[in-house]
């Protein structure tokens, strides 16, 4: 019935996982035991894509350097850009922790499952969107930090205990995934589907933890229905731009079509499983809830919006095949 509807099931676990941590937050030893397996999610993530990550493939990326620095460019400039025009334009309007989650939204890296899956969809360059991914992702443990105390600057910004944590929970697994590649490698290959369930897994553990802790400090009394409806509205604004933009960037540059599907997908994405748990380490607790909802729900319209792209570049693509062999027979 879902798959009639074309309504995503995994959207609807999300929005069940919100829901259990409204009715049943995790407190306590609960909250500890949470955050232990959590951290045990994703580090299995990040194991998992180390070791489905080809060093031929890293190599043959990067070596399409004007799609690999678009694609970071608007990851870490232009994103940071529009955030700190909506920080001048917004603040005051929305509580200060909602500000702060809309710019740190803009601050982080790229996804790496959602933009893979959706650039095979479109039939896009699928090899340089998996390193640009991955590239974006291990650049954001550096950079998201920097970016945070430049942007924003918190306390909670760059400093060498904050590397350190994001590093063992992104970096060392990632790391370790390579290693173990030769032995696990070709097994991930035949069963990629298992890294699917971790990434969708450790994303519904960690806001399940993230929103736990929001209840517990009480965020639902901070924001309104009017700022919730504030929050979307300058979400769905901001994936606009950056898809209309990186649209309009891939074809003045020349791009193919299959590099500008890959430039838009990975461009337009941020994280909700890195940002999470950077956002654990760079905030205070008691607002991380807060603070982490406008990235939150900007994953989900991004699921949305890239899902119906994704379905209209591949039919194009599909007419571009069929005109082509109609007219060679």
């Known amino acids: 019935m879902l798959k009639r509807l074309r309504i995503d099931p995994y959207l609807i676990a999300l929005a069940a996982t919100v829901g259990l941590a409204a009715l049943l937050p995790a407190r306590g030893t609960g909250a500890v035991i949470t955050e232990i397996v959590t951290n045990a999610a994703i580090f ?18 990067f070596a399409h350097w004007r799609l690999q620095g678009a694609i970071l460019l ?12 909506l920080q001048a334009l917004i603040g005051g309007h929305l509580p ?11 601050l982080l890296p790229s996804t790496v499952q959602s933009s893979i899956a959706f650039t095979s969809i479109a039939r896009g360059n699928v090899p340089a969107a998996l390193c640009a991914a991955s590239a974006s992702n291990l650049a954001g443990v550096i950079l998201t930090p920097l970016l945070v105390g430049l942007v924003l600057h918190t306390q909670g910004g760059f400093n060498l205990k904050a590397f350190e944590d994001i590093a063992l929970q992104l970096l060392l697994p990632f790391g370790l995934g390579q290693a173990a590649r ?54 769905v ?15 003045a540059i020349g791009f193919n079509k299959a590099d500008e599907i890959a ?22 607790a008691q607002s991380v809830g807060l603070v982490v909802l406008p990235l939150m729900l900007f994953h989900q319209i991004q699921l949305f919006a890239c899902a119906f792209l994704a379905q209209r570049y591949g039919a194009r693509a599909e007419v571009t095949e069929a005109t082509l062999a109609k007219a060679v027979s």
């Open 44 to 61: 299995l993530l990040f194991f998992l894509y180390g070791a489905r990550l080809a060093p031929q493939a890293v190599l043959t990326g």
């Open 74 to 85: 608007t990851t870490f400039v232009v994103f940071p850009i529009l955030g700190m025009g």
């Open 96 to 106: 200060a922790p909602l500000v702060t989650g809309l710019v740190f939204t803009c």
């Open 182 to 235: 030769p032995l696990i490698g070709a097994f991930l290959g035949r069963h990629k589907v298992l890294t699917s369930y971790v990434d969708r897994g450790s994303i519904l553990f960690v806001v399940y933890g993230a929103f736990s802790a929001g209840v517990v400090a009480g965020i639902w009394h901070q924001v309104d229905l009017a700022g919730l409806a504030s929050v979307i509205g300058l979400d």
């Open 237 to 251: 604004a901001l994936l606009a731009i950056v898809l209309v933009a990186t649209t309009l960037a891939s074809r």
């Open 263 to 284: 430039t838009v997908f990975c461009g337009s994405k941020k994280s909700m499983a890195s940002g999470i748990p950077m956002a654990n380490i760079l905030f205070p």
